[in-house]
Nanobody
Framework: QVQLVESGGGLVQAGGSLRLSCAASGRTDTTYVMGWFHQAPGKEREFVAA???????????YYADSVKGRFTISRDNAKNTMYLQMNSLKPEDAALYYC?????????????????WGQGTQVTVSS
């Protein structure tokens, strides 16, 4: 089991930046993918970005089209912490952001492949 705690959410003006953090504890040696998802009010939870372990390549990153070029996902293995740097924020980025952990090999975006989830951190973007 992996425990995840998100932080870093808040209120920012459109065009601004925020950095989210996700601290992992427990069986982090089982990690193949860690990802960020978000859920806006009245909408389904959606994939945002993830970082996946591939033995031949090490860590690879991948993103939803809506955030490519604006968001950057990264990981500090020594701290067991994942980050999401969000730049050029738009009002449509406002949502509750969740960190998630998967033991599934490969670059998955499927929520069902992520077995551990954090409680979420709120991001609000004012226009």
């Amino acid at each position: 089991q992996v425990q995840l705690v998100e932080s870093g959410g808040g209120l920012v003006q459109a065009g601004g930046s925020l950095r989210l953090s996700c601290a992992a504890s427990g069986r982090t040696d089982t990690t193949y993918v860690m990802g960020w998802f978000h859920q806006a009010p009245g909408k389904e939870r959606e994939f945002v970005a993830a970082i996946s372990w591939t033995p031949a390549i090490s860590w690879i990153t991948y993103y939803a089209d809506s955030v490519k070029g604006r968001f950057t996902i990264s990981r500090d293995n020594a701290k067991n912490t994942m980050y999401l740097q969000m730049n050029s924020l738009k009002p449509e980025d406002a949502a509750l952001y969740y960190c998630a952990h998967s033991m599934v090999r490969g670059s998955t975006r499927r929520q069902a492949d992520f077995g551990s989830w954090g409680q979420g951190t709120q991001v609000t973007v004012s226009s």
